[in-house]
T-cell receptor, first 106, second 110 residues
Framework: KQEVTQIPAALSVPEGENLVLNCSFT??????LQWFRQDPGKGLTSLLL?????REQTSGRLNASLDKSSGRSTLYIAASQPGDSATYLC?????FGAGTRLTVKP | EADIYQTPRYLVIGTGKKITLECSQT?????MYWYQQDPGMELHLIHY???????EKGDLSSESTVSRIRTEHFPLTLESARPSHTSQYLC?????????FGSGTRLTVV
């Protein structure tokens, strides 16, 4: 059974800082690797999808990379803003990590 | 705008009642999923379907059941609600372009 782990569980940074969120998975035979954002009490909003044949995807200030050999993915957020405050989850196959709760302080 | 529609958005119901949480999608996706998520906690897979008349149980032991009679419809039923069922229930579909989630149903059993 696929297991997905996210580190750190929580992160607090000042506005403007660049940051990296980490995701690791146990089964390297991935389907797709997808990063989501979840605001409190809400559903999940897709941020980036990396196909199994790809190594990275970019959208605005977000960049996600995938290293299948090591079973890891990272989400890089540049020039963080208070509006980025949310929980970020990664997904591999049907399993999700527990998420990283990000707080960006003004 | 979400292409996965979940109703109701919020539900408060008494113990022992039978309830059905609705999930519909207009995209013709074959793969659909139900996840349970307690506040601030991780998502747990409770049921999934790969198409009409196909349903499977997920990782979390659940007293719920699902059906998939039509591609666009994947309802979740609790025969007898209990306070331990209080949680948020998220429905999703998936293709090669990834998951699409509904807004969720927040269920409270009193």
């Amino acid at each position: 059974k696929q297991e997905v782990t996210q580190i750190p569980a929580a992160l607090s940074v000042p506005e403007g800082e660049n940051l990296v969120l980490n995701c690791s998975f146990t089964d390297s035979a991935i389907y797709n690797l997808q990063w989501f954002r979840q605001d409190p009490g809400k559903g999940l909003t897709s941020l980036l999808l990396i196909q199994s044949s790809q190594r990275e995807q970019t959208s605005g200030r977000l960049n996600a990379s995938l290293d299948k050999s090591s079973g890891r993915s990272t989400l890089y957020i540049a020039a963080s803003q208070p509006g980025d405050s949310a929980t970020y989850l990664c997904n591999n196959d049907m399993r999700f990590g527990a998420g990283t709760r990000l707080t960006v302080k003004p | 705008e979400a292409d996965i529609y979940q109703t109701p958005r919020y539900l408060v119901i008494g113990t022992g009642k039978k309830i059905t949480l609705e999930c519909s999608q207009t995209m013709g996706h074959d793969k659909m999923y139900w996840y349970q998520q307690d506040p601030g906690m991780e998502l747990h897979l409770i049921h999934y379907s790969y198409g009409v008349n196909s349903t499977e149980k997920g990782d979390l032991s659940s007293e719920s059941t699902v059906s998939r009679i039509r591609t666009e419809h994947f309802p979740l039923t609790l025969e007898s609600a209990r306070p331990s069922h209080t949680s948020q229930y998220l429905c999703a579909s998936r293709t090669g372009h990834g998951y699409t989630f509904g807004s969720g149903t927040r269920l409270t059993v009193v």
